[in-house]
């Protein structure tokens, strides 16, 4: 897909370049001309992998001549080139979308699948504790009483010596 893309920003520049007249700072002896056909023949070879598979050596792009006011010509691919290039990177776009899409489930499916075990295990551990604590509060109550029986048990015992005593 980034070759794709490198190809609609070639076919960009490749346009753009003719837009000025030529200057200094493109070196001696280059011309814009110079510079569209480069861009194009790097368009050609990438749209030629990306498309067709090839060495990018067996593909002439159909050109028209246009003529600025500046009086430059450049080569500017077809429409039917450029709707190409449209419809790859928009068939390319709609298969990371759908790769997303089922990354995404997946992702979902995997979070999901994570809680509910976390949650089966916080459920456990709570189950656990509930019945530690019913065993504790069953000693705890089972001590009181006996501790209570115990009291009585002494109170009624020094009641009765004190009814003896007298």
């Known amino acids: 897909m980034a070759r794709v893309l490198l ?13 000025g007249p030529a200057s200094d700072a493109e ?7 110079d510079m569209d056909g480069f ?6 070879f990438v749209l030629e992998e990306e498309l ?5 050596s067996n593909m002439s792009i159909p050109a028209e001549q246009s003529s600025s006011s500046q009086g ?12 190409q290039l449209l419809q790859q990177v928009n068939h390319q776009h709609q298969i990371h979308m759908e790769q997303l899409a089922v990354q995404h489930q997946q992702h979902i499916q995997q979070l ?12 456990q551990q709570h189950q656990q504790h509930l ?12 001590q009181l009483v006996a501790d209570m029986q115990q009291q009585h ?3 009624l015992q020094a009641l009765l010596a004190w009814w003896g005593y007298w």
Do not use: F, K
């Open 7 to 19: 190809l609609v920003l070639l076919a960009a520049l490749s346009h753009w370049t003719c837009a």
């Open 27 to 33: 070196g001696p002896g280059r011309t814009n001309d």
């Open 39 to 44: 861009n194009m023949s790097v368009l050609a």
């Open 52 to 56: 067709g598979g090839g060495t990018g």
């Open 72 to 83: 430059c010509t450049s080569s500017t691919p077809h429409p039917e080139l450029i709707q």
């Open 112 to 123: 999901t699948q994570m809680h509910q075990q976390q949650l089966h295990a916080l459920q």
């Open 131 to 142: 019945q530690a604590l019913q065993v504790q509060h069953h000693h705890e109550v089972t």
């Open 153 to 155: 048990q002494q109170h």
